[in-house]
Protein backbone atom coordinates (compact mmCIF):
# COMPACT_ATOMS: atom_id res chain seq x y z
CA UNK A 1 0.00 0.00 0.00
CA UNK A 2 2.78 2.34 0.63
CA UNK A 3 3.94 1.84 -2.66
CA UNK A 4 0.91 2.59 -4.10
CA UNK A 5 0.74 5.69 -2.15
CA UNK A 6 3.88 7.22 -3.24
CA UNK A 7 2.68 6.23 -7.09
CA UNK A 8 -0.13 7.83 -6.86
CA UNK A 9 1.80 10.72 -5.08
CA UNK A 10 3.99 10.69 -7.82
CA UNK A 11 0.75 10.91 -10.43
CA UNK A 12 -0.71 13.65 -8.34
CA UNK A 13 2.73 15.45 -8.66
CA UNK A 14 2.54 15.04 -12.55
CA UNK A 15 -0.85 16.74 -12.43
CA UNK A 16 -0.33 19.31 -10.15
CA UNK A 17 2.68 20.35 -12.35
CA UNK A 18 1.36 19.83 -15.11
CA UNK A 19 -1.76 22.49 -13.97
CA UNK A 20 1.27 25.18 -13.16
CA UNK A 21 2.53 24.96 -16.35
CA UNK A 22 -0.88 25.65 -17.81
CA UNK A 23 -1.65 28.44 -15.73
CA UNK A 24 1.62 29.99 -16.23
CA UNK A 25 1.64 29.36 -20.08
CA UNK A 26 -1.89 28.65 -21.86
CA UNK A 27 0.83 27.41 -25.10
CA UNK A 28 1.28 24.21 -22.67
CA UNK A 29 -2.17 23.04 -22.73
CA UNK A 30 -2.43 22.78 -26.48
CA UNK A 31 -3.18 19.36 -28.24
CA UNK A 32 0.11 19.92 -30.25
CA UNK A 33 2.35 20.57 -27.22
CA UNK A 34 0.70 17.80 -25.29
CA UNK A 35 1.53 15.58 -28.58
CA UNK A 36 5.51 17.23 -28.44
CA UNK A 37 5.71 16.40 -24.60
CA UNK A 38 4.70 12.64 -25.21
CA UNK A 39 6.83 12.26 -28.25
CA UNK A 40 9.93 13.66 -25.93
CA UNK A 41 8.95 11.14 -23.73
CA UNK A 42 9.55 8.31 -25.99
CA UNK A 43 13.18 7.55 -25.36
CA UNK A 44 13.76 8.89 -21.70
CA UNK A 45 10.69 6.10 -21.35
CA UNK A 46 12.15 3.26 -23.63
CA UNK A 47 15.54 3.34 -21.29
CA UNK A 48 13.59 3.50 -18.21
CA UNK A 49 11.87 0.52 -18.85
CA UNK A 50 14.67 -1.15 -19.44
CA UNK A 51 16.32 0.23 -16.44
CA UNK A 52 13.25 -0.91 -14.30
CA UNK A 53 13.88 -3.96 -14.28
CA UNK A 54 17.56 -3.78 -13.59
CA UNK A 55 16.93 -1.34 -10.64
CA UNK A 56 14.06 -4.01 -9.20
CA UNK A 57 16.84 -6.63 -8.84
CA UNK A 58 19.23 -4.12 -6.76
CA UNK A 59 21.20 -3.27 -9.72
CA UNK A 60 22.12 -0.34 -11.43
CA UNK A 61 22.68 0.12 -15.18
CA UNK A 62 24.45 3.59 -16.18
CA UNK A 63 25.52 2.34 -20.12
CA UNK A 64 21.95 2.65 -21.51
CA UNK A 65 22.74 6.45 -22.92
CA UNK A 66 25.88 5.73 -25.05
CA UNK A 67 24.73 1.99 -25.55
CA UNK A 68 22.12 3.99 -27.28
CA UNK A 69 23.94 5.97 -29.09
CA UNK A 70 25.87 2.63 -30.27
CA UNK A 71 22.81 1.22 -31.26
CA UNK A 72 21.57 4.01 -33.35
CA UNK A 73 25.37 3.80 -35.33
CA UNK A 74 25.01 0.28 -35.83
CA UNK A 75 21.40 0.54 -36.93
CA UNK A 76 22.61 3.41 -39.41
CA UNK A 77 25.82 0.65 -40.45
CA UNK A 78 22.98 -1.98 -41.03
CA UNK A 79 20.59 0.23 -42.97
CA UNK A 80 22.88 2.62 -44.94
CA UNK A 81 26.18 1.31 -44.98
CA UNK A 82 25.25 -2.47 -45.58
CA UNK A 83 22.63 -1.51 -47.21
CA UNK A 84 20.07 -4.06 -45.53
CA UNK A 85 16.65 -3.94 -45.39
CA UNK A 86 15.44 -1.16 -42.78
CA UNK A 87 13.22 -3.50 -40.66
CA UNK A 88 16.13 -6.51 -40.52
CA UNK A 89 18.03 -3.04 -39.37
CA UNK A 90 16.01 -2.65 -36.91
CA UNK A 91 16.05 -6.18 -35.88
CA UNK A 92 19.83 -6.36 -35.78
CA UNK A 93 20.23 -3.11 -34.03
CA UNK A 94 17.56 -4.21 -31.35
CA UNK A 95 19.78 -7.65 -30.54
CA UNK A 96 22.79 -5.63 -30.65
CA UNK A 97 21.29 -3.92 -27.63
CA UNK A 98 20.45 -7.21 -26.16
CA UNK A 99 24.44 -8.42 -26.58
CA UNK A 100 25.47 -5.26 -24.97
CA UNK A 101 22.84 -6.46 -22.05
CA UNK A 102 25.05 -9.71 -21.94
CA UNK A 103 28.09 -8.16 -21.62
CA UNK A 104 26.82 -6.29 -18.70
CA UNK A 105 25.30 -9.52 -17.15
CA UNK A 106 27.79 -11.62 -17.03
CA UNK A 107 30.49 -9.00 -15.78
CA UNK A 108 27.89 -8.61 -12.88
CA UNK A 109 26.58 -12.11 -12.49
CA UNK A 110 28.81 -14.34 -13.37
CA UNK A 111 32.43 -12.29 -12.87
CA UNK A 112 31.41 -10.79 -10.35
CA UNK A 113 31.75 -7.23 -10.75
CA UNK A 114 29.74 -4.23 -9.35
CA UNK A 115 27.41 -3.35 -11.42
CA UNK A 116 28.28 0.54 -10.83
CA UNK A 117 31.53 -0.39 -12.26
CA UNK A 118 30.91 -2.99 -14.86
CA UNK A 119 28.33 -0.85 -16.50
CA UNK A 120 30.60 2.27 -16.03
CA UNK A 121 33.17 0.73 -18.15
CA UNK A 122 30.64 -0.75 -20.79
CA UNK A 123 29.53 3.38 -21.03
CA UNK A 124 32.94 4.11 -21.51
CA UNK A 125 33.45 0.96 -24.43
CA UNK A 126 30.39 2.15 -26.40
CA UNK A 127 31.09 5.88 -26.12
CA UNK A 128 34.33 5.05 -27.82
CA UNK A 129 33.15 1.91 -30.18
CA UNK A 130 30.40 4.74 -31.81
CA UNK A 131 32.93 7.00 -32.24
CA UNK A 132 35.51 4.60 -33.86
CA UNK A 133 32.49 2.71 -36.09
CA UNK A 134 31.23 5.63 -37.38
CA UNK A 135 34.31 7.50 -37.72
CA UNK A 136 32.98 10.25 -35.66
CA UNK A 137 30.46 11.41 -38.38
CA UNK A 138 26.67 10.86 -38.43
CA UNK A 139 25.00 8.20 -40.46
CA UNK A 140 22.07 9.67 -42.53
CA UNK A 141 19.23 7.97 -43.04
CA UNK A 142 18.11 10.12 -46.73
CA UNK A 143 17.46 6.99 -48.36
CA UNK A 144 15.70 5.42 -45.58
CA UNK A 145 11.98 6.97 -45.99
CA UNK A 146 10.18 4.09 -44.22
CA UNK A 147 12.76 4.01 -41.12
CA UNK A 148 11.88 7.15 -40.47
CA UNK A 149 8.33 6.38 -40.59
CA UNK A 150 8.64 4.55 -37.41
CA UNK A 151 9.23 7.69 -35.69
CA UNK A 152 7.40 10.45 -37.61
CA UNK A 153 5.27 8.78 -39.36
CA UNK A 154 1.51 8.53 -38.13
CA UNK A 155 -0.69 5.78 -38.23
CA UNK A 156 -3.14 7.89 -36.71
CA UNK A 157 -3.78 11.50 -37.63
CA UNK A 158 -1.68 14.05 -35.79
CA UNK A 159 -0.08 11.39 -33.66
CA UNK A 160 3.66 10.19 -33.96
CA UNK A 161 4.40 6.21 -34.51
CA UNK A 162 7.07 6.91 -31.63
CA UNK A 163 4.74 7.14 -29.02
CA UNK A 164 2.36 3.64 -30.23
CA UNK A 165 6.31 2.35 -29.71
CA UNK A 166 6.54 3.32 -26.51
CA UNK A 167 2.82 2.54 -25.75
CA UNK A 168 3.34 -0.83 -26.92
CA UNK A 169 6.78 -1.24 -25.10
CA UNK A 170 5.28 -0.45 -21.99
CA UNK A 171 2.41 -2.89 -22.44
CA UNK A 172 4.98 -5.48 -23.11
CA UNK A 173 7.17 -4.56 -20.40
CA UNK A 174 4.44 -4.29 -17.16
CA UNK A 175 3.18 -8.01 -18.57
CA UNK A 176 6.82 -9.66 -17.95
CA UNK A 177 7.42 -7.53 -15.00
CA UNK A 178 4.37 -8.67 -12.69
CA UNK A 179 3.30 -11.60 -15.13
CA UNK A 180 6.14 -13.52 -16.13
CA UNK A 181 8.61 -15.78 -14.28
CA UNK A 182 11.40 -13.24 -14.91
CA UNK A 183 9.87 -10.38 -13.36
CA UNK A 184 8.63 -12.33 -10.39
CA UNK A 185 12.67 -13.64 -10.04
CA UNK A 186 14.11 -10.03 -10.46
CA UNK A 187 11.84 -8.45 -7.38
CA UNK A 188 12.96 -11.82 -5.44
CA UNK A 189 16.56 -11.28 -6.46
CA UNK A 190 16.43 -7.43 -5.33
CA UNK A 191 14.55 -8.46 -2.29
CA UNK A 192 17.32 -10.97 -1.29
CA UNK A 193 19.22 -12.84 -3.72
CA UNK A 194 21.18 -15.22 -1.26
CA UNK A 195 17.49 -16.43 0.12
CA UNK A 196 16.55 -16.46 -3.74
CA UNK A 197 19.52 -18.65 -4.48
CA UNK A 198 19.20 -21.43 -1.49
CA UNK A 199 15.53 -21.34 -3.13
CA UNK A 200 17.21 -23.25 -6.06
CA UNK A 201 16.74 -20.49 -8.57
CA UNK A 202 19.73 -20.02 -10.88
CA UNK A 203 20.53 -16.14 -9.84
CA UNK A 204 23.11 -15.99 -12.59
CA UNK A 205 21.16 -16.46 -15.08
CA UNK A 206 18.08 -14.54 -14.53
CA UNK A 207 20.24 -11.65 -13.46
CA UNK A 208 21.91 -11.92 -16.74
CA UNK A 209 18.23 -12.31 -18.30
CA UNK A 210 17.39 -9.08 -16.55
CA UNK A 211 20.18 -7.02 -18.41
CA UNK A 212 19.55 -8.52 -21.67
CA UNK A 213 16.25 -7.64 -21.49
CA UNK A 214 17.56 -3.93 -20.41
CA UNK A 215 20.34 -4.02 -23.24
CA UNK A 216 16.66 -4.71 -25.82
CA UNK A 217 15.16 -1.76 -24.38
CA UNK A 218 18.31 0.02 -24.92
CA UNK A 219 18.34 -0.85 -28.56
CA UNK A 220 14.67 0.29 -29.46
CA UNK A 221 15.57 3.65 -28.23
CA UNK A 222 18.64 3.95 -30.22
CA UNK A 223 16.40 2.80 -33.29
CA UNK A 224 13.83 5.64 -32.21
CA UNK A 225 16.47 8.61 -31.56
CA UNK A 226 17.87 8.11 -34.79
CA UNK A 227 14.29 8.13 -36.26
CA UNK A 228 13.22 10.76 -35.03
CA UNK A 229 16.53 12.64 -35.84
CA UNK A 230 16.85 10.92 -39.53
CA UNK A 231 20.70 9.98 -38.43
CA UNK A 232 22.61 8.14 -36.14
CA UNK A 233 24.34 10.77 -34.29
CA UNK A 234 27.83 9.30 -32.59
CA UNK A 235 27.95 12.00 -29.92
CA UNK A 236 24.36 11.51 -28.90
CA UNK A 237 23.30 9.69 -25.28
CA UNK A 238 25.48 11.25 -22.83
CA UNK A 239 23.37 12.23 -20.01
CA UNK A 240 20.41 10.18 -20.95
CA UNK A 241 20.77 7.45 -18.25
CA UNK A 242 20.93 9.73 -15.43
CA UNK A 243 17.52 10.52 -17.01
CA UNK A 244 15.94 7.37 -16.93
CA UNK A 245 17.42 6.34 -13.70
CA UNK A 246 15.62 9.79 -12.24
CA UNK A 247 12.47 8.74 -14.12
CA UNK A 248 12.36 5.26 -12.51
CA UNK A 249 13.20 6.28 -9.17
CA UNK A 250 10.65 9.17 -9.46
CA UNK A 251 8.10 6.65 -10.11
CA UNK A 252 8.81 4.97 -6.95
CA UNK A 253 11.11 2.04 -8.05
CA UNK A 254 13.50 1.44 -5.35
CA UNK A 255 16.99 1.94 -5.47
CA UNK A 256 17.98 -0.84 -2.92
CA UNK A 257 15.74 -3.04 -5.10
CA UNK A 258 12.36 -5.43 -4.67
CA UNK A 259 9.92 -2.85 -5.48
CA UNK A 260 9.08 -0.73 -8.54
CA UNK A 261 6.57 -0.39 -11.42
CA UNK A 262 6.18 0.15 -14.81
CA UNK A 263 3.06 2.46 -14.30
CA UNK A 264 5.34 4.28 -12.16
CA UNK A 265 8.77 4.45 -14.53
CA UNK A 266 6.39 6.14 -17.28
CA UNK A 267 4.64 8.40 -14.69
CA UNK A 268 8.43 9.65 -14.02
CA UNK A 269 9.21 9.50 -17.12
CA UNK A 270 6.11 12.02 -18.20
CA UNK A 271 7.48 14.02 -14.97
CA UNK A 272 10.78 14.91 -16.70
CA UNK A 273 9.45 15.16 -19.78
CA UNK A 274 6.33 18.14 -18.18
CA UNK A 275 9.10 19.92 -16.27
CA UNK A 276 11.96 20.18 -19.51
CA UNK A 277 9.12 21.37 -21.68
CA UNK A 278 7.39 23.69 -19.21
CA UNK A 279 10.68 25.18 -18.16
CA UNK A 280 11.45 25.82 -22.39
CA UNK A 281 8.46 27.75 -23.20
CA UNK A 282 8.95 30.03 -19.69
CA UNK A 283 12.66 30.43 -21.50
CA UNK A 284 14.24 28.56 -18.31
CA UNK A 285 17.74 28.44 -18.36
CA UNK A 286 18.88 24.89 -19.30
CA UNK A 287 21.41 25.48 -16.10
CA UNK A 288 18.42 25.97 -14.01
CA UNK A 289 16.17 23.43 -15.51
CA UNK A 290 18.89 20.93 -14.39
CA UNK A 291 18.44 22.39 -10.75
CA UNK A 292 15.19 22.00 -10.80
CA UNK A 293 15.04 18.49 -11.99
CA UNK A 294 18.06 17.56 -9.57
CA UNK A 295 15.56 18.47 -6.87
CA UNK A 296 13.20 16.70 -8.08
CA UNK A 297 15.08 13.81 -7.85
CA UNK A 298 16.50 14.16 -4.53
CA UNK A 299 12.66 14.43 -3.29
CA UNK A 300 12.49 10.94 -4.57
CA UNK A 301 14.83 9.55 -3.15
CA UNK A 302 13.95 10.78 -0.07
CA UNK A 303 10.67 9.79 -0.41
CA UNK A 304 12.15 5.98 -1.28
CA UNK A 305 13.95 6.27 1.72
CA UNK A 306 10.91 7.45 3.98
CA UNK A 307 9.07 4.00 2.65
CA UNK A 308 11.47 1.88 3.45
CA UNK A 309 11.63 3.41 6.94
CA UNK A 310 8.23 3.15 7.51
CA UNK A 311 8.39 -0.52 6.34
CA UNK A 312 10.59 -1.21 8.82
Known amino acids: MIARLQQLLAFAG???????FVIATPMFGTYG??????FSTVVIGLLALGTTFVIVTGGIDLSIGTGMALCAVMSGTFVVTWGLPWPLGVLLAVLFGGLIGVVNG?????LGLPPFIATLATMLVAQGLALVVSESTPIYFNDSPGY???STGT????????????????????????RSVLGRYAFAMGSNEEATALSGIDVTRWKIAVYTLAGLFTGLAGVMISARLGSAQPATGAGYELQAIAAVVI????????????????IGALIISVLNNGLQLL????????VILGIVILVAVYADMARRRTAL
Request: hydrophobic share 55%; glycine share 8%.
Open 283 to 290: SIPQEWQN
Open 106 to 110: VNTAR
Open 251 to 266: GGTSLSGGKGSIVGTV
Open 155 to 178: LIPDFPNAVLVLIAATAVAAVLLR
Open 148 to 150: LLL
Open 33 to 38: NVVNIL
Open 14 to 20: LIVISIC
